[in-house]
């Protein structure tokens, strides 16, 4: 069962924006640095941004530069993935990750504890 929800996937044409949303009941996410992930057909998984405790961010996907922001929203437990500008190549399953054991950011899979189920963003005219 997943301990984070995802939401706000779905079809976008090229040029649009997409804010997906990463929730979660039994995690406080402000104790955690949580990632973002995506997984296109075919491809493995990859880390795209990362927010840390503190609310400093690191942006992994060098595709995804200048067009990628994320942040967080204590009041709802919430942390938010913002994608602007998006390309056809964009289209992948977007997932949000929470990793607590270690105090930094990551853009290796392998070091995050909790996930969520996905959410698909495809970019097609």
């Known amino acids: 069962q997943s301990q984070l929800v995802e939401s706000g996937g779905g079809l976008v044409q090229p040029g649009g924006s997409l804010r997906l949303s990463c929730s979660a009941s039994?995690?406080?996410?402000?104790?955690?640095?949580i990632g973002w992930f995506r997984q296109a057909p075919g491809k493995e998984r990859e880390g795209v941004i990362c927010?840390?405790?503190?609310?400093?961010?690191?942006t992994y996907a060098g595709d995804l530069e200048g067009r990628v922001t994320v942040s967080r929203d204590s009041a709802t437990n919430t942390v938010y993935l913002r994608l602007n500008d998006l390309k056809p190549e964009d289209t992948a399953v977007y997932y949000c990750?929470?990793?607590?054991?270690?105090?930094?950011?990551?853009?290796?899979?392998?070091?995050?504890?909790?996930w969520g189920q996905g959410a698909q963003v495809t970019v097609n005219s």
């Open positions: 927010i840390n405790r503190r609310g400093s961010s690191t």
């Open positions: 039994a995690l406080t996410l402000d104790y955690y640095d």
């Open positions: 990750a929470a990793k607590q054991l270690t105090y930094s950011c990551s853009s290796l899979a392998d070091n995050f504890e909790y």
